[in-house]
């Protein structure tokens, strides 16, 4: 079964530094979505993308964040200078249609120290 | 204070026993809605889906029910197992909207 696929599984950065957390959606689909959970709390919502552009995104996705799909296969999701509440699982998710449901990857685990 | 983390409703069967875990929805606007499950150091993975057209969806051991007077969703899973325990969320989506807010989640474990 296709999946979503995100590297790498675990980042450590020190605060005020950039990362870059890749994911690779599923081939046929076209909406993309990158989401946060902080430890034992909630998943939350912070962009999605579709027709290579933002089409929503949330209050946490501040201008420290941007998202891009620079390929047929990866969409990125860039956190420019790092705080030490960016430390979160992210997890990117996709679907092909407005009405089929969203397909997670594994995540990537977030530490800023 | 900022409380840190969430304490997860949770709930615990025996195994075999039917489990049934539950969800308020915040939004009636909502038009669709997905259940996932996520077992601990993975992504939510998808159960089950049902849209605002319909009460009842079944899938392979597990039930979704919709009350739309109430905004309650709630997933039941016929003769739990070990391999069930994971956290369970449901998502609603807007139908204005592309995104899907979770709900907090509830902790389920299976007892041999």
């Known amino acids: 079964e296709p999946e979503v696929t995100q590297t790498p599984s675990h980042q450590v950065t020190q605060m005020g530094q950039e990362v870059i957390l890749r994911c690779v959606p599923i081939?046929?689909?076209?909406?993309f979505y990158w989401y946060r959970q902080i430890l034992g709390q909630k998943v939350e919502f912070l962009v999605s993308?579709?027709?290579?552009?933002?089409?929503?995104k949330s209050e946490i996705f501040d201008d420290q964040f941007s998202v891009e799909r620079p390929d047929g296969s990866n969409f990125t999701l860039k956190i420019r200078s790092t705080k030490l509440e960016d430390s979160a699982m992210y997890f990117c998710?996709?679907?092909?249609?407005?009405?089929?449901?969203?397909?997670f990857g594994n995540g990537t685990r977030l530490t800023v120290t | 204070g900022e409380s840190v983390g969430l304490h997860l409703p949770t709930l615990s069967v025996q195994e075999g026993d039917n489990s049934i875990i539950n969800c308020a929805y915040s939004?009636?606007?909502?038009?669709?809605f997905i259940w996932y499950k996520q077992e601990s150091g993975k992504g939510p993975q998808f159960i089950i889906d049902?849209?605002?057209?319909?009460d009842k969806r079944q899938g392979q051991r597990v039930t979704v029910l919709l009350n739309k007077t109430v905004k309650h969703l709630s997933l039941q899973i016929a003769a739990t197992q070990p391999g069930d325990s994971a956290v369970y969320f449901c998502?609603?989506?807007?139908?204005?909207?592309?995104?899907?807010?979770f709900g907090t989640g509830t902790s389920l474990t299976v007892i041999p």
């Open positions: 081939s046929n689909h076209l909406y």
């Open positions: 049902i849209r605002s057209n319909m």
């Open positions: 939004n009636s606007a909502s038009d669709y």
């Open positions: 993308f579709y027709n290579n552009e933002i089409s929503e």
């Open positions: 998502a609603e989506n807007l139908n204005t909207g592309n995104q899907f807010y």
């Open positions: 998710a996709s679907r092909d249609s407005a009405n089929s449901p969203l397909h």
